[in-house]
């Protein structure tokens, strides 16, 4: 399951974000899907209680969001959704030479401290 590879990702960098503002304790962070993934949240779940024990992270919510995919169109400069519809091209110049600016990975979003 490589979904286990990214919960230590996340937390470790949550770690290092809590130990940069000396925090004792965490309470929530806040993690987002990408849409292009086939990463499950469900075991991102199911993982984290084991990943953070015995951390700064033992005993915080985790929290994850869908983040839908975002293109950065290359002939034009929007950024758009990418629809199958429309065989993924830019809805203003229907060009398909674009960047994927969002949706691609795990990202953690917030880091929410106990005060
Ligand atoms: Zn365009």
């Known amino acids: 399951m490589h ?3 990214y919960v230590i990702r996340f ?7 809590a130990e940069e ?3 004792e304790r965490v309470k ?3 993690v987002s899907v990408g849409e292009m993934t086939d990463v499950l949240p469900e075991y991102l779940h ?6 953070v024990k015995g951390t700064i992270l033992e ?25 199958k ?6 809805p203003r110049c229907h060009g398909t030479e674009g960047k994927i600016t969002a949706g ?4 953690l979003e917030q880091v929410e401290l106990e005060s």
């Open 59 to 83: 005993g915080s919510v985790l929290e994850t969001k869908k983040e839908p995919v975002c293109v950065l169109c290359a002939s034009c400069g929007k950024e758009y959704h990418p629809e």
């Open 11 to 17: 937390v470790n960098r949550a770690i290092e974000t």
């Open 104 to 107: 691609r990975g795990v990202v």
């Open 46 to 51: 199911r993982y984290y209680p084991s990943a």
């Open 28 to 30: 929530r962070i806040l």
């Open 3 to 5: 979904e286990m590879s």
């Open 21 to 23: 503002r000396k925090a």
């Open 85 to 90: 519809d429309n065989g993924y091209a830019c």
